[in-house]
């Protein structure tokens, strides 16, 4: 049998020996300038950012393509560099799989190669747009409070080696800097990140580490820049060596970076960008509004916070994805009072109702043809909790509401971070605070109590408040004991 990867390699040199009927760029993609640069170039951006941009060149033809930008490792760069930036985009569900070929990605850059290069790149007059989708750890910021951490060590390098910047906030800043030296208008700085009011969090690490470097910089970012809040919504799992068969019988080439993803795609943008200037990316299904927020707690809050829920519990119970985790009618069953719990303090946006949105959320986790797995998503809890699921309990506490399931949610994470499954198989747990919650938990000893009253005094995560909230820490203490004692589905049966 033919390997995938001995058949010929997705490039415009093959781009001709597509098979008929196989979906393509309905515009010249090798002529097109990259007006955008997308500072972090995972899967995600090119499944969702990147297919709402290859639809709208098919229709209205303009300077929009992509310089995507990996911050860390060259490996992204070198899967796609040979295939001239294309790439399969297979939807997937139960009616079967659909591919598609994405075209707009022009470039790619590997910020520690060059950092000066690329912010002569950002500066340069045709970019008119930063995009980000780093993750919550990019930003070099404390969540729980949402402000820049000066002592973190991308940002002190930064300050210190102004011309080669390591971080995405270091990066933005030397190139609106030159922009301005130059006598250029700023680009509009656009996160497509899961943060709480992320336009306006993205904007304050900004002018923090602006002022940092110059007051009248700062003073020049705040009067000209533009920071929308945005939505994002697609189910994006990790590409594996199936999807990358898959897509070999799809189109008959062999991509070895393909996206997966749901068919449901959601993005709502803030109207506010320099100059008036962006894509019409609404004419293609993007929703441009004057207030993001409601949308943005409805995603945070009800499918991600879920997700964070679903994929502790569902991990540590030994299931490898949300589909098998909601398959199982205890965890269907939990899931459904964890978003009773979320819906009475989460503001509709006009014309939502969030029961019915519920509902959609579960048949999408349902979805057995994408396979997001529940390691994937536990990555990094330590930055994702404060918007997914502290903002939700602090408001129930502020209205003496109780909190059973959103508690066990936080206990399952407490119990993930601990590094061993329900099976006491190690877990291997990637988070920025890892080492510093492993130390916690051992210098805690064995008492449950004892354990979650050491990691609630993590105020990174936690803040200074909250732990002192009545009825919290015996919430979560009492969820933790639970699972301790009874494993993961037992307590979600148990918690109401």
Known sequence: MTAVSDRPRLSAATFAQLPTGTARPGYDWQKLEAGIVHLGLGAFVRAHMATYTDDLLAIEPGPWGIAGVSLRRPDQRDLLAPQDGLYTALQRD?????????????????????????????????????????????????????????????????????????????????????????????????????????????????????????????????ANCAFPSTMVDRIVPATTDQDIAAAAEAIGLYDAAPVTHEPFRQWVIEDNFVARTRPAWDKVGAQIVTDVAPYEHMKLRLLNGAHSALAYLGYLSGY????????????????????????????????MDLHRYGAELLARFGNTAVRH???????????????????????????????????????????????????????????????RLTTVLADAGPDPARQVEAVLRVDAIFGADLPKAPGFAQSVTRAYTLLREKGARAAAVIAD
């Not at 994805?321 to 009072?337: C, S």
């Not at 809890?381 to 909190?403: D, F, H, M, W, Y």
Request: charge should be negative; charged fraction near 20%; include cysteine.
């Open 94 to 222: 139960g009616a079967g799989t659909d591919a598609r070929i994405v075209g707009c990605l022009r470039r790619m850059i590997v910020a520690p190669e060059n950092p000066a290069a690329l912010v002569a790149k950002m500066a340069d007059p045709p970019c008119r747009l930063v995009s980000l989708t780093i993750t919550e750890k990019g930003y070099c910021h404390d969540p729980a409070t949402g402000r820049l951490d000066p002592n973190h060590p991308e940002i002190r390098h930064d300050l210190e080696n102004a011309a080669a910047p390591r971080s995405a906030v270091g990066l933005i800043v030397a190139a609106l800097a030159a922009r301005r030296v130059a006598g250029l208008p700023p680009f509009t700085v656009l996160c497509c990140d899961n943060l709480p009011h992320n336009g306006r969090l993205v904007s304050g690490l900004v002018g923090d580490f602006a002022a940092m470097r110059d007051d009248a910089l700062a003073q020049w970012i705040e």
């Open 320 to 351: 490898e994805t949300i589909a098998d985790v909601v398959a199982d009618d205890v965890f269907r069953a939990y899931v459904g009072k964890l978003w009773d719990e979320i819906i009475a303090v989460a503001p509709p946006p006009p014309g």
């Open 373 to 435: 797995r529940t390691w994937q998503i536990a990555m990094d809890g330590s930055q994702k909790l404060p918007q997914r699921l502290l903002s939700t309990v602090t408001e129930r506490l502020a209205r003496n509401l109780p909190i059973p399931t959103l508690a066990l949610a936080i206990a399952g994470w407490i119990r993930y971070v601990g590094g061993k499954d329900e099976a006491g198989q190690p877990i291997d747990v990637r988070d920025p605070l890892a080492e």
